[in-house]
């Protein structure tokens, strides 16, 4: 496993590869015909730039570190892939919920 000085090393070399990215995509604004590369570059130097900002610096650790468990990972990556359907999951919870309270044992 990479330590948190490695990552800050590597840090730099993200922002460079950020910055030209960033600076050929601009460039390539002035020469018609590039679309598709100028696209590309600039999507990747905005992808590094997001990167670049959870990469460590010397007052703070790198921002996976709050992900103390698993489980939480686990949550966070079930919970993006729930919420955009959560429109398809209403109907089910409301039988799922009418079921319980049918099936529930009755008082005496």
Known sequence: MVNEDELRGKRVL???LCVVCL???????FFPGNEGLQAALLRVG?????????LPTKDRPAAWRVFSSNWTVIA???GALIIPRA???FPL???????????RPRKR
């Open 14 to 16: 993200v922002g460079i």
């Open 23 to 29: 600076g050929g995509g601009l460039a390539l604004l």
């Open 46 to 54: 905005l992808v590094l730039v997001a990167f670049w900002l959870c």
């Open 76 to 78: 966070l990556i079930g």
């Open 87 to 89: 429109k398809a999951l």
């Open 93 to 103: 919870l409301a039988a799922l919920i009418g079921i319980a309270l049918f099936a």
